[in-house]
């Protein structure tokens, strides 16, 4: 418990800390505000904006997760690896502290630092947005779908982030986990055979559509269930709260067996 | 190669004043550089190597202005450096790391550079490991290959920072001996915690402290300055309160002590020749003492 | 000219993620090509071509936006005639080629077997090299230029994938103005306007340059590389 306590309260200073956790968020909100087309402006343009709140504060977390999870998963992609490089894997791997606790107190203290800027990102806009309508109800719409959208989608993402370089180069994890996160994500399964809008969706389609009735920012889109012509439909049942509840537990159970997996490869590497 | 240094001064980013006001001129031969921890020798020697700038004063290696890029370089065509933190490329072998840092030195003539390394690896004694990679090393390998790296384009300036920490002894001494034969006309920097070595190697020295010099003369000085204040102390009791303590025996009749002190610290206690590194302490001791006066600034 | 052994040991230094990235996108690019469902050949010579615009340069931007800092020699490498910045650029020169040389495979597959040919917007056999050689060259600046402001691979890899992500997600609003399309990555396979592709194309390449330039402006000064280091 110490060991877990000491390494996720250090995990997360260090991170916290560092430049780079706060410029990549921030040059991506200055981009997205730039590019326009995105919640980030539409949300304070009455022709614009959705007209029920929940839709509004749970389409920018949509939008949101979908683009600062990239740069999330991308620095944290050297936190594993990093005590190796440095040289202080020795000293750590010295002392009795469980490797399992260190790990998952690094896990949760490194994610946990690289989300302060998202969550602090998506609080601010979600806040403006209340203000600017006079209605406080979308804060608590916009804590909900923090907590049930973004956290186990970064939280999976962390979990990969940390493992895979283990295996291989970070810069090519890099790669592969963009091109996953635009194919698993944002593709739309008509085009080809998808993860997106599956029950195994980090963007969280089923709690999107059965928690918070979401379809779309103009409520025209599907987010779970069948797509006619699409492969892996047996994936995409008909959308129900469990299985809502079942896709989030999906999430997690993948990212612990990522850190599962992880931890088994650096305790093998110690040996 | 002479190296003029004036008014150096390096404050680092967060207000440390790692280089203070520094005057110092270093002719040629060896020349040894001692200090406590944090004195500022890495600075001093990383500014000469053209890794650091200066925050103000005025460096000038053998007639190069280190402030201008093509002083620097032109320094840099003379220079073998050793960091005090070498960092090597794990996927090399010895011979290929050599023969690389070779060719950024400008050695583009394979045969020549291909001898010159062949002749360095027998010169730190790694020629049988010339051909595994350097991750599998230990670390006074390693130190080798970094002291092997530095004299690679024969350099007329060498600045090796603590070269023979990790070396096992014979190695320290024969390291030692090669440094003093390769100075010649040539100019060394060493800096170094073991003040023996520079005994054994250098005639001058300066003693940094706080990015401050607190000494510049020839080793024998340095020595002079504790003449007088060594003093051998044997007691059951408990060790000497007064001066600094360089070495605790166990004896028949209780501890044997050496005590660097300005006055005899007990009535027993019997005068000793100094040696090098009694000098060092006895020069820091002043150095401390003072910095405790504040009359004295 | 200097040896070619030197080149050799550089592109040693690049390391594995420079030599599996690129073929590794191209593979994924015929890929997905292969999983459409229902293949029109239109829409399959686009998503080869996309390949080479898409997947190609992203690989090589994100390995030259991890070549500045963790060298563990850099000390040694900043004390030698050799300005460790042409030696940054040779890595990136290493980098680039190889990169070029798969892409270069790839298209005259495609031009062999006619693919090339199916998307209308392929602009020829030799101009339409600049499908990949443009993002390459624009995003590699980018990701070489982050890397020397940030001198943190990680950062600097998070940045090269965010904006080419961003570009993705967002095809449309990013080319609503004449910047935005000028700067879009995907202009072959995804632009809006067929009239501004050389335009576009050429845009890119200086862009690319010219971060390069100050990238090597701002590594002209040792201290930054020495020390803070973002890690
Ligand atoms: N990159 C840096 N940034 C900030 N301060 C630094 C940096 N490098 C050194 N310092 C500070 O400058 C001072 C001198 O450090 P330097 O490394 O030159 O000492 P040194 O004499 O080589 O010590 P040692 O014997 O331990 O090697 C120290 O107080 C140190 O904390
Ligand atoms: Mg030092």
């Not at chain 1, 029920?52 to 997760?65: I, M, S």
């Not at chain 1, 006619?228 to 993948?254: E, F």
């Not at chain 2, 049988?128 to 384009?153: C, K, N, P, T």
């Not at chain 3, 602009?123 to 390459?136: D, I, K, N, S, Y």
Request: hydrophobic share 50%.
């Amino acid at each position: 418990m110490t060991a877990f306590g000491a390494s996720l309260r250090y995990e997360f200073r260090m991170q916290v800390r560092k430049r780079s956790v706060w410029i990549v968020p921030a040059l991506t909100l200055v981009l997205f505000v730039l590019i326009g087309g995105s919640l980030l402006r539409d949300l304070f343009d009455p022709g614009e904006r959705p007209l029920d709140p929940r839709t509004g504060v749970v389409g920018l977390a949509v939008q949101l997760h979908a683009l600062l999870a990239i740069g999330f998963g991308c620095l944290l992609a050297d936190r594993l690896v990093r005590d190796d490089r440095l040289g202080v894997a020795p000293i750590l791997d010295a002392t009795p502290a469980s490797p399992a606790a260190r790990l998952l107190g690094k896990y949760l203290g490194a994610a946990a630092a690289t989300a302060v800027p998202i969550a602090l990102a998506y609080f601010g806009f979600a806040a403006a947005y209340a203000i600017d309508i006079g209605q406080p109800v979308a804060m608590a719409w916009a804590l909900a779908a923090f907590a049930v959208v973004i956290v186990p989608g970064l939280l999976l993402v962390a979990a990969f982030a940390l493992a895979v370089p283990m295996i291989m180069p970070a810069p090519l994890f890099r790669v592969l986990f963009v091109g996953y996160w635009l194919w698993g994500n944002i593709v739309s399964p008509e085009m080809m055979p998808t993860l997106a809008r599956t029950l195994f969706h980090p963007l969280g389609g089923y709690p999107l559509d059965v928690l918070f009735d979401f379809h779309g920012i103009d409520g025209e889109d599907t987010w779970a269930g069948p797509v006619a012509g699409a492969t892996l439909n047996v994936l995409r049942p008909d959308p129900t709260p469990a299985l809502a509840l079942l896709s989030i537990v999906l999430l997690l159970i993948v990212s612990a067996a990522a850190l599962a997996g992880g931890h088994v490869l650096r305790a093998r590497r110690i040996r | 190669m002479r190296i003029e240094i004036s008014g150096l001064t390096k404050t680092y980013r967060g207000g440390v004043h790692a280089i203070d006001g520094l005057d110092l001129d270093i002719p040629t031969g060896m020349f040894g550089l001692l200090g406590a921890n944090g004195a500022g020798k890495t600075t001093l020697m990383r500014i000469l190597a053209g890794i650091v700038r200066p925050s103000a004063g005025r460096v000038v290696v053998g007639g190069h202005d280190i402030a201008s890029g093509p002083g620097r370089t032109a320094v840099q065509r003379e220079l073998g450096y050793l960091p005090q933190d070498l960092g090597v490329y794990p996927d090399l072998t010895a011979r290929q790391f050599l023969d690389y840092v070779a060719l950024l030195k400008g050695m583009d003539d394979r045969s020549a550079r291909r001898r010159r390394v062949g002749e360095l690896l027998e010169v730190v004694a790694l020629t049988e490991y010339a051909d595994r990679r350097l991750r599998g090393f230990s670390g006074g390998m390693r130190q080798r290959v970094g002291i092997a790296q530095a004299l690679l384009a024969d350099p007329r300036l060498l600045i090796v920072d603590e070269p023979t920490a990790g070396l096992d002894p014979e190695e320290r001494i024969r390291f030692r001996t090669l440094l003093s034969q390769f100075a010649g006309r040539r100019t060394v920097l060493l800096s170094t915690h073991i003040v023996d070595d520079i005994g054994q190697t250098c005639r001058e020295a300066a003693v940094l402290a706080k990015g401050r010099m607190i000494f510049r003369g020839t080793v024998e000085e340095l020595t002079r300055r504790a003449r007088g204040r060594v003093w051998e102390v044997v007691t059951d009791g408990p060790a000497p309160a007064e001066g600094t303590v360089v070495s605790a025996l166990p004896h028949d009749d209780g501890m044997r002590y050496r005590v660097v002190a300005r006055t005899a610290p007990s009535a027993q206690a019997r005068p000793l020749d100094p040696s090098l590194e009694d000098g060092y302490l006895a020069v820091t001791a002043d150095q401390a003492a003072a910095g405790r006066e504040p009359a004295s600034r | 000219m200097r040896p070619i052994t030197l080149w050799r040991y550089e592109a040693r230094r690049t390391g594995w993620a420079a030599v599996l990235g690129p073929p590794l996108a191209v593979a994924l690019g015929i890929a997905a090509a292969l999983a459409y469902p229902e293949p029109s050949d239109t829409t399959t010579a686009r998503i080869l071509l996309g390949g080479l615009e898409m997947a190609v340069p992203l690989a090589a931007a994100v390995v030259c936006s991890t070549l500045i800092g963790q060298d563990p020699a850099r000390e040694v490498q900043l004390t030698v005639p050799t300005p460790y910045r042409i030696t940054l650029l040779r890595r990136m020169i290493v980098v680039l080629s190889w990169t070029a040389a798969v892409a270069v495979l790839a298209a005259a597959v495609l031009i062999v077997t006619g693919w090339w040919a199916r998307w209308p917007q392929n602009h020829g056999a030799f101009a339409g090299q600049l499908t990949w050689l443009a993002p390459m060259l624009g995003l590699s600046g980018l990701g070489f230029a982050a890397g020397a402001v940030l001198r943190s691979p990680a950062a600097a890899g998070a940045i090269v994938t965010t904006v080419w992500a961003i570009q993705q997600f967002f095809a449309d609003a990013v080319q609503e103005h004449l910047p935005g399309r000028l700067l879009y990555l995907f202009a072959t396979t995804r632009g809006a306007a067929t009239d501004d592709w050389l335009a576009n194309r050429l845009v890119l390449v200086g862009a690319g340059a010219v971060l390069v330039a100050l990238a090597l402006i701002l590594l002209g000064r040792p201290e930054r590389l020495i020390s803070e280091e973002d890690e």
